[in-house]
């Protein structure tokens, strides 16, 4: 077994903590039509100066989600910031369901927030909470606020804390430049976690968030390196002749399976990060790749073309294959939904390439969005979205589309190609 190679970024290599200039940006293509009317007040400041506008960032989240349908500020009546001036009256004629009115109060370098939701036809308070957090720390308390006001409605834990990883491009040929960011999940506050000018895929996070694993080219051919997000720290794994690819965390962070092709063609293998030992999952002629673990680490669901072309198939470690797409002669990339009882993939059909969902008990597929070339689905933490690249105007952008395909958006960048998403697990 090849020794751990451990080294720290330097020079090109840039530190996960600095910042870089590479937001990307929400343009909503569609919004569900069956969303739920729900106004948030913009928060009383005092004439404050405050660097984010807090109750701007949770209806935008809301929005987002496909599940919420936020008024315009303009056709609010009136601008409460508490819940004992709301009349209720005002929001009803609206036909708005659910209210969010709050206040922000500046203390030196704190900022505390207050904020109420209302159910308008119950003219009742759902839920009330008071956060205080730094200046540089707004964008990340509205997400919070919207997490919890999202899981109340619903029932469903948000996921708008979470954050997304994603690779870009910039150049032509052996100029182009390479960089790995993470970012929030609604594409700001982006940082660098490595430059390079050979080519980077497949980024991975593990389960408690704490780490990237990757693929990078920098050596020359493909080789899999885990990172450590906060220190930069970094380990190459694997660089073995051939393919070095599709690296995919266990649920319990002590595995990577992954796609090699060591032995001849590419084929499934697992990987003890620990200790680095391998151990072979498939054994065909055929081209294995694209591996995800099912939410329970007992199985593995992959990409073979053993039946003639890209199909998916499952397999336990020791076990056999067993085929689980057959709608159309496309079937790639798949990825389990939290609940294990679904996998959304990328399939070719009359519209090309689009990302679909399969319930796996009934195998009924269903496309979802209108993105025609569609890849590298990534499915959030609870479920709701699923974030993939995509081409918008020749460029390379990514793409979200809500787990019923009712609600999508776009996340482009000011410059270059974006591609290769993933979205994080859940960090608090």
């Known amino acids: 077994m090849r020794a751990l190679i451990t080294t720290w970024l330097a020079a090109v290599l840039l530190l996960c903590t600095s ?39 949770i209806a ?32 009803q004629a609206l036909d708005t369901r659910y209210l969010v009115v709050g206040r922000v109060n500046q203390q ?69 430049a390479y960089q790995l960011f993470i970012a929030d999940a609604d594409g700001r506050n982006s940082q660098q976690v490595l430059s390079s000018d050979q080519p980077i895929m497949s980024p991975a996070w593990s389960p408690d968030g704490g780490k990237l694993a990757y693929v990078s080219f920098e050596s020359g051919r493909p080789g899999i390196y885990v990172q450590e997000v906060a220190s930069g720290r970094r380990a190459r794994l694997t660089s073995f002749e051939g393919l070095n690819s599709a690296p995919a965390w266990s649920p319990d962070g002590r595995r990577l399976a992954m796609a090699l092709s060591r032995d001849g063609q590419p084929e499934i293998y697992v990987m003890d990060v620990g200790s680095q030992q391998l151990q072979r999952v498939t054994n065909s002629p055929s081209i294995e790749t694209e591996p995800a673990w099912a939410p329970d680490g007992n199985s593995l669901i992959y990409t073979s073309d053993r039946s003639g072309g890209p199909q998916i198939y499952r397999q336990t470690l020791g076990g056999s294959p067993e085929r689980v797409t057959f709608t159309g002669n496309y079937n790639a990339r798949g990825r389990f939904a939290p609940d294990g009882e679904a996998i959304f993939l990328i399939h070719r059909g009359a519209n090309g390439y689009r990302v679909a969902k399969q319930d796996l008990e009934s195998g009924r597929l269903v496309e979802l969005g209108d993105a025609g070339q569609a890849e590298s689905p990534s499915v959030a933490p609870n479920g709701t979205m699923v974030i993939f690249a995509t081409q918008q105007g020749g460029n390379g952008v990514l793409g979200a589309v809500s787990a019923d395909g009712r609600a999508s958006f776009r996340l482009p960048a000011a410059q270059g190609d974006v591609r290769e998403p993933a979205w994080s697990p859940f960090l608090n």
């Open 19 to 57: 910042l870089a200039q590479a937001d990307l940006t929400i343009d909503i293509t569609r919004g569900n039509e069956r969303a739920t009317p729900i106004a948030v007040v913009p928060f009383a400041d005092g004439g404050q100066s405050l660097p984010q506008d807090v109750a701007q960032i």
């Open 108 to 176: 030196g370098g704190r900022v505390e927030i207050q904020y109420e939701l209302m159910n308008v036809s119950g003219e009742s308070r759902m839920l009330g909470e008071v956060i205080t957090a730094g200046q540089d720390q707004l964008r990340a308390a509205a997400h919070r606020i919207s997490d919890q006001i999202f899981e109340e409605i619903t029932g469903i834990r948000g996921a708008f804390s979470t954050r997304i990883a994603y690779v870009t491009s910039q150049g032509v040929g052996e100029s182009t």
């Open 60 to 91: 935008d989240d809301l929005e987002r989600s496909g599940y919420f349908a936020p008024l315009e500020r303009e056709a609010m009546f009136a601008k409460p910031s508490s819940g004992d001036d709301v009349s209720f009256g005002d929001w």
